[in-house]
């Protein structure tokens, strides 16, 4: 098992090379000289020169990219066009925020999706999995955004309960969870945020739960009379790995996809980040969030491979 | 005599084909039939949309705007510069139908096509393939496509490819993972053995085990095609103004939520609807095939 974990550690290190590397390409896919998408659009030619010399754009690609990655290691990303301040000061401050809202929703939507799978799996051909399935199939199909636009419409515009945009006193501030005036700016986002790993990772519990309450050794226990709420913990615990994995993988898409739900409720978090980046052509900045947060995602990901070698001993003993 | 021991003289009913099976098992599945019935008139409607309505979906009217549904004629309302609310959701259908469908269908085209070969010659090809997927992999689905789409600029090609490159590593995987199953197994081994090419192969004996598995997870992905399109067209980075998109009708109507949330909700819901169509589609056929998840 140790030396599964210790290969899985060490494959991070190609993937997180080559997410720099599709990073680092990204300035390459903006029309025109990528000097020219690094400054504003009216510098001077001599401007441009100075650029292409500082970003050691006249220098071979490959160099280019080892200089990059090297600065990048360091913590330099590069300053913002807009702000002017560090990129790794802008994203770290955004990606708190996020963080906040993406682990509010994660335990909404996984604390309900166990308890609808499970009971979809219970009642196993009766109406109940009938609404639990079409309720989660509806989950995945609602576009996101509009939800929470109609959130909006309805909790605070026309119920006039929660607060429609912002993140609570100014945008600099920080996010506390202890604070009611901070917790209701999180309210809605975090709502609309958990529809869609609710609809995922309910599907995937019923579909877990139910391939294994077919398997052989559930009918063993049932035949030696094992009460029903023993035989679903027996299942529970064997469909867990599966359930974990989609789990970790929806954990990851909320903190680095959060980029629409941020826009809608205007909450200052990477999604936000990023969407001002683009309307601002803001290519520094758009870069090094893409480059943080898809870092991130690899390193949950790893989390999850690992907390699942721990979950499933069929994966120790190998 | 010698006529009982001919084969022809035994009257054997030949089983049913695959074809044949699953579509006599979606004939007694009502619930996917109506989802494949509203698909079938989304499209007619996208189709036939001229026919449908009178009104230029382009044609502004400074003194209708924002009118609630009824509203002289206009069946679903007016939008926020007087264009007619039913034709413009009927016109941005083809946006959404296409948007939604074509980049799956490119992304099976070269990720099927690339985890076939990663799964039939296995060993140097498939590290080369496989390990390049897993980089596009560690990439959050809508992070990867915001970026793409971010950096060309806004626009219908770049949409389209930013949408291609999300879907191809998790088709690729599919595809290469059926692949390597089949590729086990005795009969491949015996076709080898008999001296057929790689190629006659893969067209003979692979292709019809592993299409089904990679198509319907396909078909599942049409709905996520659709969201994320109407999601780019939201930020602004998809199809551009005046070109009628059910995303960004939403974003054009996000401002007069307060003055006319039903109309400004109508874009959504067309959304909402074609999306849970092609899932509900999807989990059918995956019943129908018998294809776990």
Redesign the interface.
């Given at each position: 098992m140790w030396i599964y974990i210790a290969k899985r550690v060490l494959y991070t290190i190609?993937?997180s090379l080559?997410?720099s590397?599709?990073?680092f390409c990204?300035?390459y896919?903006?029309?025109g000289d990528p000097a020219a998408s690094l400054i504003p659009p009216d510098a001077s030619a001599a401007d441009i020169a100075t650029i292409r010399q500082l970003y050691g754009f006249d220098q071979p690609v490959p160099v280019q990219f080892a200089r990059w990655l090297w600065r990048a290691s360091h913590g330099d990303f590069g300053t913002s066009l807009q702000t002017g301040r560090p990129v790794l000061v802008e994203v770290s401050g955004a990606l708190a925020n996020t963080a906040s809202l993406a682990a509010g929703a994660a335990i909404i939507a996984f604390a309900l999706a166990l308890l609808a799978g499970t009971l979809a799996a219970w009642y196993r051909g009766r109406l109940i999995e009938r609404v639990i399935t079409t309720v989660s199939?509806?989950g995945?199909?609602?576009?996101s955004?509009?939800?929470g636009?109609?959130l909006?419409?309805v909790f605070a515009?026309k119920l006039r309960w929660l607060p429609a945009t912002g993140m609570g006193n100014g945008d600099a501030a920080t996010f506390s969870w202890f604070d009611w005036n901070d917790v209701r700016f999180a309210v809605l986002p975090m709502l609309t945020m958990a529809l869609l790993p609710l609809g995922v990772v309910m599907?995937?519990t019923r579909?877990a739960l139910a391939?294994t309450l077919a398997q052989d050794f559930m009918q063993v226990l049932r035949a030696k009379g094992l009460a029903p709420h023993a035989l679903m913990r027996h299942a529970l615990r064997n469909a867990l790995p599966q359930v974990l994995a989609v789990m970790g993988l929806q954990l990851?898409?909320l903190?680095?996809?959060s980029?629409?739900i941020e826009?809608?409720f205007t909450w200052p978090g990477t999604g936000f980040l990023?969407?001002k980046?683009?309307?601002t052509r803001d290519?520094p900045l758009?870069q090094g969030t893409?480059l943080i947060?898809?870092l991130t995602?690899?390193f949950i990901?790893l989390a999850v491979d690992v907390l699942q070698t721990f979950a499933d001993p069929r994966l120790q003993r190998q | 005599m010698s006529a009982v021991h001919s084969p022809a003289a035994v009257p054997v009913a030949s089983p049913p084909g695959y074809l044949h099976t699953i579509a006599r098992r979606l004939q007694h599945d009502y619930l996917t039939l109506f989802f494949i019935a509203v698909l079938v008139l989304t499209v007619l409607a996208a189709c036939c949309a001229p026919l449908l309505t009178h009104y230029d979906p382009f044609a502004t009217g400074l003194l209708g705007r924002l009118k609630p549904p009824g509203w002289q004629g206009h069946l679903l309302g007016t939008d926020d510069l007087g264009r007619d609310m039913f034709t413009r959701l009927l016109y941005g259908a083809r946006m959404s139908l296409v948007m939604g469908v074509m980049p799956v269908a490119l992304a099976l085209a070269i990720g099927g096509t690339l985890g076939l070969l990663a799964g039939f010659y296995g060993g140097a090809v498939n590290m080369a393939i496989m390990r390049t997927m897993d980089v596009f992999y560690a990439f959050p689905s809508v992070l990867l496509a915001v970026a793409i789409s971010g950096m060309i600029g806004g626009g219908m090609t770049s949409g389209l490819t930013a949408l291609t490159l999300v879907f191809i590593p998790s088709l690729c995987r599919i595809a290469e993972t059926a692949t390597a199953q089949v590729r086990a197994l005795d009969f491949v081994e015996a076709a080898q053995a008999t001296g057929a090419s790689s190629l006659s192969v893969i067209v003979a004996h692979v292709l019809g085990n592993v299409l089904p598995a990679v198509f319907v997870f396909a078909s599942s992905l049409i709905s996520v095609s659709v969201l994320l399109a109407a999601g780019l067209s939201f930020l602004g980075l998809g199809v551009q103004p005046p070109t009628p998109d059910w995303g960004q009708m939403l974003a054009g109507l996000r401002q007069a939520i307060y003055l006319q949330p039903l109309v400004c909700a109508l874009p959504g819901l067309a959304i909402c609807i074609v999306s849970f169509s092609f899932n509900m589609v999807s989990d059918g056929l995956r019943h129908a095939m018998d294809i776990r998840a």
């Open positions: 190609p993937i080559g997410v590397l599709v990073c990204l300035v896919l903006a029309p199939t509806l995945i199909s609602m576009p955004y509009w939800l636009i109609v909006i419409i515009v599907r995937s579909a391939d990851g898409y903190t680095g996809g980029i629409l826009t809608i990023l969407s980046a683009i309307l290519v758009l893409v947060l898809a995602f690899v990901n | -």
